[in-house]
Each structure stands twice: as C-alpha cells, then as structure tokens.
C-alpha cells in the first residue's frame, strides 16, 4: 500500500487524538487515518493494541512502544 505517510517509531503526538480504536493492529490503525478526511496522524501502541487517531499536529514526545504515522 503506497501513502503519503512519513513513520516514527518511538514518537507520539500527544493531543488532538479523539478516535480511539480498541485491538487494532498497526495495518488496520494506517487505514483507518487514510480513511478519516480529519486524521493528519495516527499512533499505534502495538503492547496494548490501541491506535488513536490524531486531527491535530502537536509537539511530538520521544514514546517507547508506539508507532506514529503522519501525512
């Protein structure tokens, strides 16, 4: 699947993420963003299987164990 998505492992963006979406897998996470015309990035926590998806831009976090997608 090609996208305009650049990765960051170990990052988030903390806020702005209203939609949760509960055992998920990183794949379903990624589509679910390009899906939403609101999503601008996703994070994906791969321990506990949650992916937030993220309408708003902020500063990004050094995280351990999530996986951040942004357009």
Request: aromatic share 12%.
């Amino acid at each position: 699947m090609r996208s305009d998505f650049t990765s960051f492992s170990g990052m988030d963006l903390p806020g702005g993420d209203p939609k949760q979406i509960r055992n998920s897998t990183y794949r379903r996470c990624f589509t679910a963003c390009i899906g939403d015309n609101f999503c601008k990035a996703f994070a994906f926590v791969a321990k506990i299987r949650e992916c937030w998806l993220n309408e708003m831009l902020g500063r990004p976090k050094a995280t351990k164990g999530v996986e951040l997608g942004v357009k």
